[in-house]
C-alpha cells in the first residue's frame, strides 16, 4: 500500500506539544497545511515537512534557527512571507545543497529520499554537515520566481494594447530580467523556453486569445526588470537560481539545460537589471509603457502592498498600463487580495486608458504555473473597450 503523505499536527503522536509555543505555532500549523497541499502540488514538499518535523521531534536545532532567523529577518526589514519561509526551509535550500554543495542532483528525487524517514536523515546532514550554508540561506535568500509561462501575457497586452510599437517596460520584483529575458526572446532565440498553455480565452469568435500572440515576437525599446538579487550576476547567483528552478525535475541533463538557458538569457538586450524594491523602484517617474507586478503583492501586508501599487503607478506613463497578475479578484475596479489558493485564483489584471484606468481582469490561471488560461471577469469587456479605443 501506497504511504499516505497526508497527516495533521496532532497524528502519530510526534511530540508536537513540547515544541509548540510562540511563534512556533505558525510554523507547526503552517507545516501541517503544507503537507495537506503542498506547494506546486509537489509531493517532495509533505515528505520534506514530514522529515522535518521528525528531526525536529528529536532535535530542535534547525526548528529553533528557523524561529530565529524569522525575528533577525524582521528586524532587518526583510522579513519572509510564510509561505516562502516554507519555500527556503524545506525546499529551496534542501535543492541548493544537494544540487550545488553535494553535487547529486539526482538525490532529491531518488528511493532514498521518497518517505518521510529519509528526509529526516536529510536534515540531519543539513545540520551536522551544512549548518552554516542552511543558515545563510535562510537569512539572505529569496525564493525566485522561475516559471516558463510566467509572463505568457505580455506578448497579448503588448501587441493588442501597443500595436507595432516599440515598447519601455517595467517589471518589479521576483526575477524581473528573467520574466523579461525570457520574453526578449520570444520568437527570435533557440533554446528558449516556448510559452505553452491550454487557452480557453475567447472573445466573439475569436478563440484562444493569449495563445494566438504567444510565438509572436514584440518590440521591445528598453525592459529593466527591479529585484533585490539579480539571479545573472554571478556564479553563486547562478546556482541559487538554479536550485529554484527545479522541483520536479532535478536530473542532471536538466539542470544542464538550465544553465544553458540562463547563459543564453544572461545578456539578451535590451533587457537589464536594477537592485531596487518594489515600493522605491529606482526608474524614472511616468517612463513606462507598462510596469508590472507579478506574484509579488499577495506576499506583502496591506500597507506594503498599497505603496507598491501607488509606487508602480507612478512609473507608468499618463498613457502607459498597470499590470498585475497574483491571486485577488476585482471589486468595484480595484484589486483584493484574497487568501484562496484553488484552481483559477491565480488572476491578470491591467489598468489604463483602455480601461477608464479602472483594474479589469483579463485572465485566470488554473495554477500560478500558468499552464491554463481561461477568460478572467472582463475579458470581453476588455476587448471590445480595446476596439472602440
Not at 350 to 360: A, E, L, R
Request: overall charge negative.
Amino acid at each position: 500500500m501506497a504511504e499516505d503523505n497526508t497527516f495533521t499536527i496532532d497524528d502519530e503522536g510526534y511530540g508536537y506539544d513540547e515544541l509548540i509555543h510562540g511563534d512556533k505555532v505558525d510554523f507547526h500549523a503552517l507545516t501541517a497545511g503544507l503537507v495537506k497541499e503542498p506547494i506546486g502540488n509537489d509531493p517532495l514538499a509533505s515528505l520534506s515537512a514530514k522529515g522535518f518535523l521528525l528531526h525536529a521531534d528529536e532535535d530542535p536545532t534547525l526548528l529553533n534557527l528557523l524561529n530565529d532567523v524569522r525575528e533577525k529577518r524582521s528586524e532587518k526589514n526583510w522579513p519572509l512571507t510564510r509561505m516562502h519561509e516554507m519555500g527556503l526551509a524545506l525546499i529551496h535550500g534542501p535543492n541548493y545543497i544537494n544540487i550545488i554543495k553535494r553535487g547529486l542532483p539526482d538525490y532529491i528525487r531518488s528511493e532514498r529520499l521518497t518517505n518521510a524517514e529519509a528526509w529526516k536523515r536529510m536534515y540531519q546532514l543539513i545540520q551536522t554537515d551544512y549548518f552554516d550554508r542552511y543558515q545563510e540561506i535562510l537569512m539572505t535568500k529569496e525564493v525566485q520566481t522561475t516559471m516558463p509561462n510566467r509572463g505568457i501575457l505580455f506578448p497579448f497586452l503588448i501587441r493588442t494594447l501597443f500595436p507595432g510599437q516599440a515598447v519601455t517596460l517595467g517589471d518589479f520584483g521576483v526575477s524581473a530580467n528573467w520574466v523579461l529575458a525570457r520574453l526578449a526572446c520570444n520568437g527570435r532565440c533557440e533554446g528558449a523556453d516556448p510559452y505553452r498553455a491550454q487557452d480557453w480565452t475567447f472573445h466573439g469568435n475569436e478563440q484562444s486569445l493569449i495563445m494566438s500572440h504567444a510565438h509572436e515576437p514584440v518590440m521591445i525599446a528598453d525592459a529593466v526588470g527591479i529585484d533585490h538579487t539579480d539571479p545573472f550576476a554571478d556564479e553563486e547567483s547562478t546556482n541559487w537560481f538554479v536550485s529554484n528552478m527545479h522541483l520536479r525535475d532535478v536530473s542532471p541533463q536538466t539542470v544542464a539545460n538550465t544553465r544553458k538557458k540562463i547563459d543564453l538569457y544572461r545578456n539578451i538586450t535590451p533587457v537589464r537589471f536594477q537592485l531596487g524594491n518594489i515600493i522605491k523602484p529606482p526608474i524614472p517617474l511616468h517612463s513606462l509603457d507598462i510596469g508590472s507586478e507579478l506574484t509579488v503583492l499577495y506576499e506583502l501586508p496591506e500597507g506594503q502592498r498599497k505603496q507598491a501599487l501607488r509606487a508602480l503607478s507612478k512609473r507608468v506613463k499618463k498613457d502607459g498600463y498597470k499590470f498585475i497578475q497574483d491571486y485577488f479578484n476585482v471589486q468595484n475596479g480595484e484589486p483584493v487580495f484574497t487568501k484562496e489558493r484553488g484552481p483559477f485564483t491565480y488572476r491578470a489584471a491591467v489598468s489604463g486608458p483602455v480601461t477608464n484606468y479602472t483594474w479589469m481582469e483579463i485572465a485566470r490561471f488554473a495554477n500560478s504555473r500558468c499552464d491554463v488560461i481561461t477568460n478572467g471577469e472582463h475579458t470581453e469587456q476588455f476587448m471590445d473597450a480595446v476596439t472602440a479605443h
